[in-house]
């Protein structure tokens, strides 16, 4: 087993403190106003996830992030980062990437040291970079040689995984049904994850999760953040 698959393994354990269980990027808030209340609806819910916001917007960024990483391009990874953050419609859903990511980079770093990832955090102290997660995400993996595929594949993996996590507590599901439900989003990932690298920039439309994460602050009560 190679030393790149285990630390990809440990980056993508929910284990990791990267405190994404705070976060419900708006799912909450869908199923505050009756939009997510079935098991169909999450369904429906984790497809437009992989096919709005992971296919178009954030997977594309996390492998262009693993390439200026790579390349050490740090200007290109700042304007990634700030067109990336951009798009977000949503403060909240703004600052729970940014969080997440300078979480990630500063527990990464601190565990598998290497001076690119401390340049990344030299980036966000100077408010460079926010950093974004799928930014830190691309550059965490390239820093541990993953290769930029397997790098997509895993951050679609996690992004999918943490919402089916966040509908367990917020919908009448149970886990096998939940699971049942990402597994057959899963099955596409291969063909979503294809399909990023001819993308030519950075988009997405998710109307439904934009509303929702922008109405996640007027919830009488709270679970997440987002």
Do not use: N
């Not at 405190?19 to 106003?33: H, K, N, P, Q, R």
């Not at 693993?66 to 977000?88: H, K, M, N, Y």
């Not at 930029?148 to 996690?158: C, E, I, L, N, S």
């Not at 919402?163 to 049942?180: F, K, M, N």
Request: glycine share 6%; proline share 4%; aromatic share 8%.
């Amino acid at each position: 087993m190679s030393h790149s698959l285990v630390a990809l393994l440990h980056l993508c354990d929910s284990l990791f403190p990267l405190g994404g269980f705070a976060f419900s990027d708006g799912l909450e808030a869908a199923t505050g106003t009756g939009l997510v209340e079935t098991p169909a609806d999450l369904q429906a819910w984790l497809d437009m996830c992989l096919d709005e916001v992971i296919g178009r917007a954030d997977g594309p960024a996390v492998y262009r992030a693993w390439s200026a990483f790579t390349r050490q391009d740090w200007q290109v990874l700042c304007q990634l980062d700030g067109e990336l953050i951009a798009l977000r419609s949503s403060s909240a859903t703004r600052r729970s990437s940014k969080a997440m990511g300078l979480r990630l980079a500063t527990t990464w770093s601190a565990l598998y040291p290497d001076p690119r990832l401390e340049h990344v955090l030299d980036l966000a102290r100077l408010r460079c970079v926010g950093p974004a997660l799928p930014i830190v995400f691309g550059c965490a993996c390239a820093s541990a040689g993953v290769a930029m595929r397997d790098a997509g594949v895993a951050f679609a993996y996690t992004r999918l995984a943490s919402a089916t996590s966040a509908a367990l507590r917020l919908i009448p599901i149970g886990q096998t049904d939940a699971h049942a439900r990402l597994a057959k989003t899963l099955e596409r990932v291969p063909m979503v994850v294809e399909a990023m690298t001819s993308r030519a920039r950075l988009e997405s439309f998710a109307p439904a999760m934009d509303v929702s994460a922008m109405t996640q602050q007027y919830l009488h009560s709270r679970l997440f953040r987002s």
